[in-house]
């Protein structure tokens, strides 16, 4: 472990002294674990000068501030997880800043030289030695190309890592220690909260990382009249130095500049949304640090992202039950809404869907009642983290990322235009994505997706078939039902196993009438005309049919 004992001792002092300064140790003391030993902290400098005026909140926001970028950061994305934090910790962590001192521009430089094995001057014609940005990761140059061409240079801060794995461990260790002493500390799941955050900013270190985050990004949005990326000089680019275009555009937070430009307020709010919602549920791809910093506006209205270290993904099965609890919520329909939450398992097997449902009425129908466009998407989200708490929902740390993006999305459209209706602008694609995703279309597209590997197994079918058929005859077929693969099959399809099973071998059936049908516009006469591989899949779906019915109901 870097910094070895000694150096962890030390930082942990260091952090002691300062939530002492700042008069935040009072309430790390009443966890009972650290009672006992409450009068020892009369020994800490600052103990006597600590700061008792302030709001708690912000005397924590002041400790994170001075415990360095690191710490920032870490408050920065707590502050989206109102299901952990008190209301007035959440706000006032929204506060914290990644505003951070520049380093030195002779580090930048011999970085930048070591990075590519010879002198700046053969690199770029001009480099500016005054940073355009500096954050707590990384700060940004300007520059220009031998071909002229205008460009940004993102360089690593030197030692951060060192400085990432040292607070790392404290943070850890802290995070064990609230799992471990805390009641509601295993339903919150502290230590899976650090381990995400470990794993995203440790990508934000890896400049080849956030350059194929930034050119995946810009192909999706290749012509788009929505957003623009800026391009990534992959020559140039290193594990700590990146090179992109320069980009010119008006910050985001500047409404006067938006204004005077002749720009659309509501249209930019509306595409911000559609922006939001293309990249989580169509591209699955979505840039998760969309403060105010990192967009700006091209005088066409277009948005103009920089800043691609943090990136969130959903596997499909939580794109798929987020979709349909937000169409559900448009809806009203809360039996809806708690049932998802049972089956994806977000909530314990053992929960009273009925109970959970009227909870949740409770919580949206208030706000329901007003006007959808004075509805905060927020505080909805902090009422139903309430509820959660009360159910023992478990924290979804995949689900981290997509909670802050969204939220950072609606302050920022409601900044531009505070009329904006959130769920208004959402409403209709997220019912287009949804029937994309089950209608007859999404199971034609599917099928032509896998059918390269069905028309690979489809040779196996028949003597598979023969021999299950056999079996069958001699009363000898098996199946080993305490298999852990079968069992965890059997979990996962509990809720609708003959469907299933069904919709496999209909499958069959239907490609059988799809490879019929793509005979060329031939017309058939008979049988004989027919594909054998159309009849080789018809007999099997059938099969499976047949063979899949007492396996349907099985426990």
Known sequence: MLGGAPGRTLRLFKIARVL???GVDELALTIPLFRRVRFLTCLLPGYWMR????????????????LGPIFVKFGQILSTRRDLLPDDIATEFARLQDDVPPFPSEQARTIIEEAYGKPLGEVFQQFDDAPLASASIAQVHAARLHDGRE??????????EQTIR???????LLAGMVQRYWSDGR????????REYEKTIFDELDMLREGSNASLLRRNFDGSPLIYIPEVYWPYVRRNVMVMERISGIPISDIEAIKAAGIDLQQLAERGVEIFFTQAFRHNFFHADMHPGNIFVAPDGRYIAVDFGIMGSLNPEDQRYLAENFLAFFQRDYQRVAELH?????VPRGTRVDEFESAIRAVCEPIFERPLKEISFGHLLLRLFQTARRFNMEIQPQLVLLQKTLLNIEGLGRQLYPDLDLWKTAKPFLERWMQNQ?????FVRNLRQQAPRIMELTPEIPLLAHSVLKQLQRGTLETNSRSAELNRLRREIRSSNRRTVGAIAGSTLILSAVLILGMGGHELHGPGDLPLASWLLGAAGGLLLLVSWPLGDAD
């Open 51 to 66: 700061d008792r005026d302030a709001p708690r909140a912000v005397r924590m926001r002041k400790s994170l501030e001075e």
């Open 151 to 160: 460009v940004v240079v993102k360089v690593v801060r030197p030692g951060i």
């Open 438 to 442: 089950v209608g007859a279309r999404a």
């Open 342 to 346: 049972v089956e994806s398992g977000w």
């Open 166 to 172: 040292r607070d790392l461990e404290l943070m850890y």
């Open 20 to 22: 002492s300064r700042h």
């Open 187 to 194: 339903r919150l799941r502290p230590v899976e909260v650090v």
